[in-house]
């Protein structure tokens, strides 16, 4: 049993950046893909970023501006954003899954990102 728990959420004017971060317990943390999602209220949740063996992931609209990177020794998973844009206001989840079949088992319980514009 793996468990996640992210940090770094807050309230940011646009253009600005923030960096999430997110510790793993539980379980061996290089064995995992890892992922960022969000929510959005109203809005389905998506994926953000994966790491997933040593490929990365991103969403379209975050593309340039958001990078996942992860310190295997801290067992924790990082997603740095930069030039941070109202939309991307949502709940953001850190978890983690299978690197085989890329579904993700394991979900922290969420930190508030707010852009202000």
């Known amino acids: 049993q793996v468990q996640l728990v992210e940090s770094g959420g807050g309230l940011v004017q646009a253009g600005g950046s923030l960096r999430l971060s997110c510790a793993a317990s539980g379980g061996t943390f290089s064995n995992y893909a890892m992922g960022w999602f969000r929510q959005a209220p109203g809005k389905e949740r998506e994926v953000v970023a994966a790491h997933r063996w040593s490929s990365t992931y991103y969403t379209d609209s975050v593309k340039g501006r958001f990078t996942i990177s992860r310190d295997n020794a801290k067992n924790t998973v990082y997603l740095q954003m930069n030039s941070l844009k109202p939309e991307d206001t949502a709940v953001y989840y850190c978890?983690?899954?299978?690197?085989?079949?890329?579904?993700?088992?394991?979900w922290g319980q969420g930190t508030q990102v707010t852009v202000s514009s």
């Open positions: 978890a983690a899954g299978s690197r085989v079949t890329n579904k993700y088992e394991y």
